[in-house]
């Protein structure tokens, strides 16, 4: 049985940080690209950031980069979201899949790979922004 379980979240003043787990039993990490994803109320759910399985190529929102760092322990079949000065636009639940490939921009839109929608996925950790 696979299991992501992600862990991590909670309530996190604006400016401050925190780090996001996704811990994958079930399947060898190494094998699969890891996405972070987040959905937030009323609106559509986007993909953050990813790290591929190949090269360990990354991809990012454009509203993260430069805030959020993903990394993977492949040994500890574990990923991680380093998150730093948060704003309370990041306030969100926030899932973490296991698929092949990362999104990529195209155009100024995100192409996500169809994988994910067969993919496996956590049942997310809620992430709240707010002073």
């Known amino acids: 049985q696979v299991q992501l379980v992600e862990s991590g979240g909670g309530l996190v003043q604006p400016g401050g940080s925190t780090r996001l787990t996704c811990a994958v039993s079930?399947?060898?990490?190494?094998?699969?690209?890891v996405g972070w994803f987040r959905q937030a109320p009323g609106k559509e759910r986007e993909g953050v950031s990813c790290?591929?399985?190949?090269?360990?190529?990354?991809f990012y929102l454009d509203s993260v980069k430069g805030r959020f760092t993903i990394s993977r322990d492949n040994a500890k079949n574990t990923a991680y979201l380093q998150m730093n000065s948060l704003k309370p636009e990041d306030t969100a639940v926030y899932y973490c899949?296991?698929?092949?490939?990362?999104?990529?921009?195209?155009?100024?839109?995100?192409?996500?790979?169809?994988?994910?929608?067969?993919?496996?996925w956590g049942q997310g950790t809620q992430v709240t922004v707010s002073s």
């Open positions: 899949a296991a698929a092949w490939g990362c999104p990529t921009y195209s155009g100024g839109s995100i192409i996500y790979p169809k994988s994910y929608e067969t993919g496996y």
């Open positions: 079930g399947v060898t990490l190494a094998h699969f690209a």
């Open positions: 790290i591929d399985s190949s090269d360990d190529s990354t």
